[in-house]
Nanobody, 127 residues
Framework: VQLQASGGGLVQAGGSLRLSCTAS????????VGWFRQAPGKEREFVAA????????YYADSVQGRFTISRDNAKNTVYLQMNSLKPEDTAVYYC?????????????????????WGQGTQVTVSS
């Protein structure tokens, strides 16, 4: 599975962006997809994840209520809608995918043990 992240850019604080993660090579309709981010000088951190069907979603506390992850398996695409952006959201955002067991718990989605990773897309939020 090859992943392509897109949609990053420069936005003012309080603004919105929608990131897209599109898979090619094979379908990832049976894969969980996560979004992670890495700010300069910081470790990469979990942002949000969604299970294969889209019925279960998981968020970091820092983005809960502001970001929404969704997927369209027919388009092989996962989205991250980011609202009320803050300067501290500035980072390179990465999407990742992995197959998960049907009985996987939340920790299986929030860890960084994903098999497939896309290149990052830069999000910059100005104050």
């Amino acid at each position: 599975v090859q992943l392509q992240a897109s949609g990053g850019g420069l936005v003012q604080a309080g603004g919105s962006l929608r990131l897209s993660c599109t898979a090619s090579g094979r379908s990832f309709s049976r894969h969980a997809v996560g979004w992670f981010r890495q700010a300069p000088g910081k470790e990469r951190e979990f942002v949000a994840a969604i299970n294969w069907s889209g019925q279960s979603t998981y968020y970091a506390d820092s983005v809960q209520g502001r970001f929404t992850i969704s997927r369209d398996n027919a388009k092989n695409t996962v989205y991250l809608q980011m609202n009320s952006l803050k300067p501290e959201d500035t980072a390179v955002y990465y999407c990742a995918a992995k197959y998960t067991d049907p009985f996987a718990g939340s920790s299986d989605y929030t860890n960084q043990f994903y098999a497939y990773w896309g290149q990052g897309t830069q999000v910059t939020v100005s104050s």
